[in-house]
Structures are given as structure tokens and as C-alpha cells.
């Protein structure tokens, strides 16, 4: 079984993230990291590759050519190969250019088994399993707590809202794990050495006859940003006798209570 694990480079959740007001683009100057998300997707692919013997885990992802420290950290867990398409035409792209040129990757491969995160840490939309299944015509499970594949078929928990849902379906498909997900495996040395020393291989959108001039599909541009107005002070209220009343009166013009 081949095995693809999106993985994301995105700014370090612990780092201040700004917008670059000229680009209407998240500034990635600072800090940056795979995404945690992206890699409990890759320790759910060498979860399943561990179990089905002959198969391999293979990093995809969609970026300069500057990601590919993070990239590596995916090949030290335990993926044997890595594919990153980078492209002057990507910067700023939206989900469905992204999903577009990812699947275009994942045809050209042949996968049987695309593993992914639900939603990333810095864009959140949370829809790219669900357009990878309708441009690669496979089913999409998401959100899931727990996957196991049982020769052709794909079994899976979801988390839903008030509900825990068991999930089923045949190879190939798409499938993205939640947070909830496991912990990943941290890289032993051999690993890291490993992945030092693999060459990762490049991809244009050429490459992949994806035409980001395609105004025929479905785009989103940016159009305006601005920075949110700093927050106004509050008013502060004493504890005093009329604390209690003024702190009703509140609550009350803003129907709470």
C-alpha cells in the first residue's frame, strides 16, 4: 500500500502571528513549524504501514521551497520519500487551487491511502479532505479519533457533536485525523540523520497541468485587510452597594439575563 501524509508548514502556534497588511498574507518570517496536526497524520500513515507489510509513507506538501526543514521532520518519524510542489503561482493560493495541485500530485502517484489533518493551525478551514474526495472522486472520512485499514477497507472513528460515529470505506480514500488524534512519535537519531540527507523531490504546477489562470474553476481572492481597532477600555465597576445593581443593569442590556 502507498501511503501520502499531507504536512503543512505553517507559524509556531506559540509565536505571535501577524498579517501583512500589503499582501493580505499571514507573515512567515518568524517562527515556523510542521503543523501539529499534520504530524498525527503522519504518525496515523506509519501506524497503518507498520501493520500492512510492503507499504510506504510518503510526505506531500504545498510550499516554497524553504519548508522543506519541516518536511523533513516527517521523514525522520519514519516516511521514506517526500514530494513538495512549489510554485511562484501557489503564494497566496487559495483551498481550491491547493486541493487542486495536491490531487493532481496524488493521481500522478497512484496512492491508495491519503492521510491528512482535519484543519490547519493557521488557515483552519477544515475542507481539504472533503475537496481532495471530490476531485479524486474517493471517499473522504474526517475528523477522526482512531483509523485502521483491514486490507481494502478503511475503518475509522468520528468525533461528532454528541455523537460518536463508526466509519467505513474501500480503498483508495482520504481520510483526516483530529487532534485527538495520538501524540506523534518523536524522531529517533538515525532518523533525523536519515532525513538530513534525503533529497526531496520538487514540483511545479507545470509539472502537474494545473492552470492557476483557470478562472473556469472556482477562486477567492483577497480584496482588503485591515488590522482590528484596538479594544476600547471597559467600564470599571467598584465593589460598592451598587455594584450588584449596575452589574445587573449590564447584563440586562445585553440580554443575558
Known sequence: MRIAVLLKEVPDTYSDREMNLETGLTDRTDDVVADEVGERAVEAALRIAEKAEGSVVEIVSVGPESVAGSIRKGIAMGASDAYVITDDALVGADVTLTAEALAAAIRANGYDLVVTGTASSDGGGGVMASLLGELLDYPALTNLTDLEVDGDTVRATQAGDGAI????????????VSDEFPDARFPNFKGLMAAKKKELHTLTLADLGVDAEDWSRARSIMVGISRRPARERGEIIDGNSQAAGKLADFLQSK???
Open 165 to 176: 460515529l463508526e466509519l467505513e470505506a474501500h480503498l483508495p480514500a482520504v481520510v483526516a
Open 255 to 257: 440580554d443575558l439575563i
